[in-house]
């Protein structure tokens, strides 16, 4: 998919959600975080799209969900058979727990247990057993990273209130789109635009 193919989708969800920016951003849900340019230098997080979830007492998690590596699972793991049909790669989660395979899985049921929903339709599989389902039963439809972000009580707020994200909705289209190229700077982009004129 093209950076032209990306943009109506961008543009729709934007429509759909300006009147969230009005409001302080609800982190008890699942949002989409965007970088701000100013963490553009920043290796792990500079031009970064995540998909966050509240984990209680203020603590937060979530998945870096725009940074593809030129790995794939089946040169993770070459003795898996479902492994070697995934032809997409792996990508980067976070910093935490980085030698560990996480999945975003998009569809009406998840791989069960070892899982949790972060929206209708999205679910992260958390451990190996799920993860082994999700390559399973539908890979096209999942992304697979390594690593996550975790955030302790209250770090993810201080974090915007610092000026460093977007909060913006969240939605499976921007989580897990066909292609992440050109994702980042549009939505920044929109972003700014939208936070301007509040």
Not at 12 to 26: M, P, R, V, Y
Not at 67 to 85: I, M, N, R, Y
Not at 170 to 193: M, V
Request: aromatic share 8%; hydrophobic share 50%; charged share 20%.
């Amino acid at each position: 998919m093209s950076r032209r193919n990306v943009l109506p989708i961008v543009a729709a969800f934007f429509l759909a959600c300006l009147a969230g920016f009005a409001q302080a951003a609800d982190l008890s849900r699942t949002v989409i975080l965007v970088a701000k340019p100013e963490l553009r230098a920043d290796p792990i997080f500079g031009s970064a799209i995540l998909v966050v979830t509240s984990i209680g007492g203020e603590q937060h998690a979530g998945f870096i969900v725009n940074h593809p590596t030129s790995v794939t699972l089946g040169s993770v793991f070459p003795e898996d058979g479902p492994a070697q049909k995934v032809v997409n790669p792996i990508y980067v989660g976070g910093p935490v727990d980085s030698e560990v395979i996480f999945a975003l899985v998009q569809g009406g049921e998840g791989p069960g247990k070892g899982s949790i929903q972060l929206m209708p339709g999205v679910f992260a599989a958390l451990n190996s057993q799920a993860v082994d389902r999700a390559i399973a039963a539908d890979p096209e439809r999942t992304r697979f990273l390594a690593g996550l972000v975790v955030w302790k009580p209250g770090e993810l707020r201080d974090e915007i209130k610092q000026g460093l994200w977007y909060v913006l909705e969240a939605d499976p289209a921007l989580i897990l789109p066909a292609s992440t190229e050109g994702l980042w700077e549009e939505l920044a982009r929109r972003s700014k635009i939208a936070a301007e004129a509040i």
